[in-house]
Each structure stands twice: as C-alpha cells, then as structure tokens.
C-alpha cells in the first residue's frame, strides 16, 4: 500500500504551519507548559514534570542506588488517548549545525517543526524520549488514527497480553481484529548520516495531511513510532559519535550511554514489530538482512521471514525511484542475505536491529542510504552537489519507510502470530526451529552456512557476591526487561544447593533470547567465517565481574518473588579499621572518593585497601550509595594509596570508564603534548590511542622524561608507546587487527590480579614474550571461549600461539624510578566489561608517583 502524498491542508496553509513561529510559551527564553510523558494527559496550566536521564558519564558513585537501567521510568498504568499534545521548546539557534550545508533540517528547527506537525489534525503526537549526553531533548513522534483513553488503554492490554501470555494473546479475537502494529523508525545513530531524519519529517507529515482511504486504513491498524534523531550530538556537530564520542550503534548490549537506554526504553514500551534503523553511506543502497553468522539466540526462522519479504518491498520502493549510476550515481539496491556471502552479519547484539528481535521485532533492518555527504565529501564536494545527494538520499530513505508500513499493513495478522509465537516460544521453554526452505519457505538460497541455534539452559543462577557486581548484572537484565527472582530461602536446583540472597533467571520466560545473550559464553565462531563485520564476543556473565551458573535441567522451583532491583549490598564492619577490595569499578570509585576527601588509605600487598575506623561515616556514605562492602581490617595495609590525576591518551570508551572509577582524568595527545603539558597536574600517564611518542618535539620527550610519571598502556598504542620510550624489555607479539572475543586468562596474583576474573576480552590481540630483567609476568593468556581469532596467511598470530604468554606485565623503567604496565588485553573496551576495570584502576594506583 503506497502513501499517498495527497494532503488534506492546502499547500501555502501547510507551509505557513510548518514554518510559523513558536508560541511565546513554548519560544527560547520561555518557561512554557513541560513536556509531556506518554501516557500523562497535560490539563491547561498544569506544569507536568519530566522524568530524568541520568548525566552521562556521571561516576559510579551516582549509580548504585539508582543504576542507568534501573531507573528509567516504565510507561504509567495510566493511559491518555491520541493524541497527546507536547509543546516543545525550541534551542537556540546554531548557525554552525552541519546539517546546513546540506540542506537538510539542523536540530534547532526540528521543535517549532514538530509543533507544527502536531497542529495538523489529530494524529500525531510527541513525547521527549530521553535526552543526549550532551542534554539535547529526543523527539518521539507517534503517528496514528485517533484513540479515545479507553482505546489506548485496550491497545496496553493486549500488548502485554502479547509478551506475558502469547498462548492467550494467540487465540484472543478482539486482539486479532484490533490490536495496532507497531512500527518502529529510528533515524539519525550516527550523527553524520543525516537523511533518515529529514525523510522521516516528510513522511509524518504526509501520513498527517492524507485524506485518502488507504492512509485512514494504514492509521487505524498500525501505531508508527519515529525517533526523529537519535543522536542530536552528533547530529550538530557532523560527527558519527555522540557528545561523549561512543558510537551508539556499537552499544546495546552495554547500554552505557543515554541515547541507547531512550531506544532500550522505546523497544520495551512500544514492543515494535517492525523496525527501520536509517544509516549510510552505501552504494547501491543496502538493505537488510545479513550475511551469516546469524545471532544463535534469535527465533530466526520467524525472523527471516518477514526481514527477507520486507526487504524485497523495500528493494523494489527504492529501485523505483528510477536513480540510474549514470544520472544520478545510484547503484540498484543491495540484500546482503541474498547478494554476498559474508562481512555483513547480525551476530552480535550491540546494532539496533540485532537488539531489537530480542524485544519482539520479527522485522528489522539497517538501511543504508548510497550516496556519501559526509567526512571528507563534506569538506570537498561543492555545497550544490552535497545537497543534490542529500535530497537522493532523502528520497530512497523514504521509500524504504513507505515499503516498509505497507509490508506492515498488508501482512499485519502474519508479522503478530510471528510476534507472539516468538515470545510463546521463549515462555513455553520450546527448542529453536533451524532455518531451511522448509521452515521459511519462499526465502531462497537458505543453507547450512545460515543454520545458528543454541540450546537454551533450564535457568541461570547468580549468587549474590561479596561486590556489587551480581547486583549491576541483575539490575542490568531488568532494564532490558529480563525477569529475575530471588530466593528468600535456600534452595536446590540443578542438582546443587544454593543460598537465600542468590537470583535465578529461568529461561522459560518470553525473553530469553535476550537473556542467554547477556549471559551466555558465546562461542568460538572462527571457523565459521573469513572475517566479522564488528566484535563477536561479549558476554556479561565472564566480563561484568560475578559468577553465573548455567543449569541444565530440573524443575525451576525458587522461594521468593520476581524482583524489580537488585537488593542493596552496601556493609561497613562496626568497629576498627576497615578493609575494602578493589575488585570492582564501584570499589575503584569508593576508595577514589575517599582519597578526594583527604582519608588516608592504604594499599596491601593483594590489592586492597585499608581505611582508617576514623572514615566510618563516610564509608557508611560510600557503602549506602555504591553498594560496596568495608570489611573489617585485619592488617594495617602498607603504602599510602594516593588521590591519582591521569594524563590519558585513550578513545572514548576508555575516557568513560576511567572516569566512572572516580579518577581525575586530563585528555591528552601527541599534539598536546607537543603544545608543552604541565606535568605537574598528573600522577601517572595512561597510553591506549593516540599518543605516538617517536612524534613527540624533543622539549616534550625531555618534558615527559623528567616527570617520573609512571605508565599504563592497552594494546598496541601502548606498546608501541613504551618501545619507543625505551620503558619495559619485551617483544610485543600481535594477533590479527580485527580479532576479537572472550579469552581465558591466569593472574599471578599480588596487587594487580589478585581476585581478577578467570577471563578477559581482547580486539587486536597483544602478547609479550622475551622479557627482560626485572620485568614480571602478572597475567597469562589461556584458550579462546568466545569470539573471532584466526591466526593470518603465514599461520602465525593465532590463539593457539598466544596461549601459554604474558597478557599483562610490569615493572620499573628509568634505573627503577618509572613503574610501568603493560595490557596485550582490552579491560576497557568500549566502556564494557565491568569485571575487568579493576585491573587497570589497580595499575593506575600502583604507578602513580
């Protein structure tokens, strides 16, 4: 069913709407009425509060009592109608928004053009989703037929029906003749890939203004969601990160930043069946679905079916469009599935549409728009040809939105069966259905190379720890809606006895797809393909720091409620000195903010610390807020731990982690330490990426040299970074560039591992051999559990050449002044594996000067 661009409002009136001032109340400088939460009617003069988004980057001290997951509001049990008016209010306006240059829409107009929209008649709605980590407002827009509150509260109930009894939601009359499906659109992820935005505008406003019946017929059966721009950040500044440089399409299954939690919260509440996720710059436009390997934990038969069907409409609306590569440099559209064998693959669950089956999409693709207007074409291509190519963008990301509510529409009863089959499959504990041209039929060329299952474990067990970490992890799987009990009494289950406090997750539950993706291993997938399109190992329950016990079979009977939160873990001795594990980031930052506030801490000889009885209440403070544990002190400690200001030349993700652990953080560079760094504002100097010491003046070596700081580096940059400085003796090894996954690992214990976790997580693999006198092996590589390593064409550079060496060593440079370590490992990576911070917060103590 085409979308008709037919309009109910004259043109000239349409345009006076969408260019017409704000009102005073809602202009810049104006305390106007609040937006408005979906769900909260708005009465006239009553302001109505909004809910907060944590700051991002706040540190971990902020976030044990209230974690980011956790306390993201779920939709209220009351429900208003549609529509639902939100008067937004308009930023500033920013004339250096890189949206201009292409003629595209920049953030600050986006407001006034949303109120205008919303002024249009009577289907369309916006709510403030979340905010950016630069504290930009985004925009949801719901478009569909009106609905009287009886209606919407009808349209809750049945979508709850759906995930919490699809045996029921499958055989419910009134739900197959009137539940809306909902379609999911989100734009804008990366920053400086504009156009989904600007196409979405013109759709919400033709869906608006239709008078036809085919539109009216679209509208009364379908709610359509758009995420006008998930990434405002980057957005303005025409870059593909957010403002705290994370790539948001890389960050799901972490869920470290605000706009992913906004999306998370959107996928929950809305539980879209189909979803769009605007990307580019591909030519010819491509179009999912993927290459293998497929993600094992999908109901990816159902999946298939309709990505693949839904991808042919939205193949034909884009080659439709009659964009030719000699007239407009438009290759035809491409299906990665059918087109290519491998490189394009939806494994890991960290891509928007590789999240969003796990919360009920049967439909979900990343769409690829051809022609590039952004990096160096930005700055080269002359403005006249930049905008041509955003308005040919423009039109095939409409295309693909308008194919894609028509798959909706005409095949509504099939995509809810499959929607609801694939959550009755997860309650009823059933075993995956292999893909083949039996079980998706119509889907050519399905193979054994296409054919990812898992078998599912009877439930998974998290003991309650001695650190916060089991409480972060259980918190962190209720925020992507996985339910968890906790058993108020001992119990026995899968063949072992288990104490009160622990938390069970039973996999008999509507998500457990997305739960055996948090908290499986994962597999070792080398084998399977030449080469991975991103990182093919993650799994939380070897990365965040607690154990998890996967149980196989029984019965799954547990005292105790499904909870809401984790428990508080917070405890503080009564009496006498105290002493706290630096196992966790949530440690880091406690023994971090006691250094802040002048206490005098002491290291020991494994990695603690000892805090003075005289700090109780500020312990009491820290244990209340961080959810660690001060145990009582049986030995004084030995050096004083000192408060530890890092100078660090480190990607974003590794910024953001350092300063969750509560540490003074100073960005630098080879440029900045060129332009001459007072070294006398850092303690010890962190080296993972760009910092090239053999680029460095000869005033800012010597300026480096005569610091004393110490050293910490990850990876290749900071090898090469003591090579060139002449720090540690030994020959740095390194695996493939884009290996990546899970690996088994040996601490030597003492002050750096001692308590570390059995694994670790690698991208660009590193290893030592040869070192030299005095050089101490802290860690050891073992085999890889999960992921993608393959040695390289001279059979060298492998796992299993890796096994058996040094991950982590240290020691002292400069006649024995400098202290020095060295990670082959990535404990930071992108701001993930929780478990492994610790190391790294521990070196940077140990070398601090």
């Given amino acids: ?60 001290a902020a976030a044990r009592t209230a974690p980011a997951g956790a306390a ?79 209606q919407a509260r009808e349209q809750r109930r049945m979508r709850a029906l759906i995930e919490n009894a699809p045996a029921t939601a499958a055989r419910d009359p009134r739900l197959a003749a009137s539940y809306k499906t909902p379609v999911f659109i989100n734009n804008n992820i ?71 939690r906004a999306i998370r919260r959107i996928a929950i509440d809305k539980q879209p069946a189909v979803m769009l996720d605007l990307h580019g710059y591909v030519n010819g436009t491509l179009i999912e679905p993927t290459t293998p390997p497929h993600g094992e934990n999908y109901e990816y038969d159902l999946f298939l079916k309709h990505s693949y069907a839904n991808a042919l409409g939205m193949e034909k609306g884009v080659n439709g469009l009659g964009l030719t590569p000699a007239g407009d440099g438009v290759r035809p559209a491409v299906i990665p599935f059918r087109d290519q064998a491998e490189g394009w693959d939806d494994w890991p669950p960290v891509f928007t549409p590789q999240y969003m089956p796990f919360q009920g999409a049967v439909a979900a693709h990343t769409v690829e728009f051809p022609l590039a207007v952004n990096n160096a074409a930005y700055d080269t291509l002359p403005v006249t040809e930049l905008r041509r190519r955003a308005g040919v963008n423009t039109a095939v990301a409409g295309a693909a939105m308008r194919a894609a509510l028509d798959y909706a529409h005409r095949h509504r009863a099939p995509v809810l069966a499959d929607q609801i089959e694939t959550f009755r499959r997860g309650a009823a504990g059933e075993p995956q259905r292999p893909v083949s041209e039996r079980t ?9 190379e296409d054919v990812y299952t898992t078998a599912f474990p009877r439930a998974y067990v998290i003991p309650a720890g001695r650190t916060p970490a089991a409480a972060r992890l259980v918190d962190h799987l209720l925020a992507n809606d996985v339910r968890v009990r906790r058993a108020s009494a001992p119990f026995r289950l899968g063949g072992r006895p288990h104490p009160a406090g622990a938390y069970v997750v039973d996999m008999r539950q509507p998500k457990r797809g997305l739960a055996n ?31 998890v016990e996967k149980v196989r079979g029984g019965e799954v009977r547990v ?15 009564p009496r006498g000195d105290l002493r706290l594990r630096l196992d966790d980031p949530a440690e880091l ?59 660090a030349a480190v990607p974003a993700g590794e910024l953001f982690a350092l300063r969750e652990m509560g540490f003074d953080v100073l960005p630098v560079s080879t440029a900045v330490l060129n332009a001459g760094f007072d070294w006398s504002r850092a303690d010890v100097l962190y080296v993972s990426a760009g910092l090239d010491h053999r680029a460095l003046t000869p005033a800012a070596r010597d300026a480096l040299r005569a610091s004393g700081v110490g050293v910490v580096g990850t990876g290749a940059g900071g090898a090469a970074f003591n090579a060139a400085a002449g720090l540690l003796a030994a020959t740095p090894v390194r695996g493939g560039a884009d290996a990546n996954g899970v690996v088994r690992v040996a601490g030597a214990g003492g002050a750096l591992t001692a308590g570390a976790p059995g694994h670790s997580f690698v991208y660009a693999p590193l290893w030592f051999t040869r070192p030299g006198p005095g050089v101490r092996v802290e860690q050891r590589y073992g085999a890889l559990v ?64």
């Fill in 440 to 448: 998706v039929p119509g889907v050519p060329g399905i193979g054994p």
């Fill in 72 to 150: 993201e509001p779920a939709e209220p049990r009351t429900e208003a109608g549609y529509p639902r008016r939100t008067v937004l209010r308009a930023p500033p306006a920013d004339p250096a928004d890189r949206s201009v240059r292409l003629g595209l829409a920049p953030y600050h107009a986006l407001a006034p053009r949303l109120n205008a929209l919303q002024r249009l008649g009577d289907r369309v709605s916006v709510e403030i989703a979340g905010r950016s980590a630069g504290g930009r407002e985004l925009y949801l827009v719901t478009v569909t037929a009106p609905e009287s509150p009886r």
């Fill in 517 to 547: 993706a948090i908290l499986a291993e994962g597999r070792d997938i080398s084998a399977d393909v030449s080469a991975m399109y991103d990182i093919s190992g993650w799994s939380l329950g070897l990365l965040w720091g607690t154990a």
């Fill in 786 to 849: 999960a992921g993608h390593w393959r040695p390289g064409e001279d059979g060298r550079g492998g796992p299993l050449e890796a096994a058996g060496a040094a991950s982590v060593i240290s020691g002292t440079a400069a006649g024995g002044r400098t202290p020095v370590v060295l990670f082959g490992t990535q404990p930071l990576f992108r701001a993930h594996p929780k478990g492994l911070y610790a190391q790294v917060g521990r070196a940077l103590l140990a070398t601090a000067r």
């Fill in 559 to 573: 005292p105790g409620p499904l909870v809401s939160k984790a428990a508080p873990t917070g405890r503080v001795a």
């Fill in 589 to 647: 930052a406690a023994v971090n903010a006691l250094l802040a506030r002048g206490v005098r801490v002491r290291g020991t000889a494994d990695g603690a610390a000892v805090v003075p009885g005289s700090a109780r209440g500020t312990a009491r403070a820290l244990a209340d807020r961080l959810g660690v544990r001060f145990e009582a002190a049986r030995e004084r400690g030995g050096a004083a731990l000192r408060r530890t200001r890092v100078a």
């Fill in 1 to 60: 069913m085409a979308i008709p661009r037919r309009s109910l409002v004259p043109a000239a009136l349409l345009g006076a709407l969408l260019l017409a001032p704000l009102p005073a109340s809602a202009a810049p400088g104006h305390d106007g009425p609040r937006p408005v939460r979906e769900g909260t009617p708005a009465r006239a003069g009553t302001p109505v509060r909004e809910g907060g988004e944590a700051l991002a980057g706040a540190p971990l």
């Fill in 190 to 260: 990366h920053g400086n890939e504009w156009e989904g935005t600007d196409a979405a505008l013109r759709l919400i406003e033709e869906l608006a203004t239709a008078g036809d019946a085919r539109t009216a017929a679209l509208l009364a059966s379908t709610r359509v969601y758009v995420n006008v721009t998930a990434n405002p950040d980057g957005r303005v500044a025409g870059t593909r990160a957010n403002g705290n440089g994370f790539d948001l399409n890389r960050d799901f299954i972490t869920a470290s930043q605000p706009e992913t």
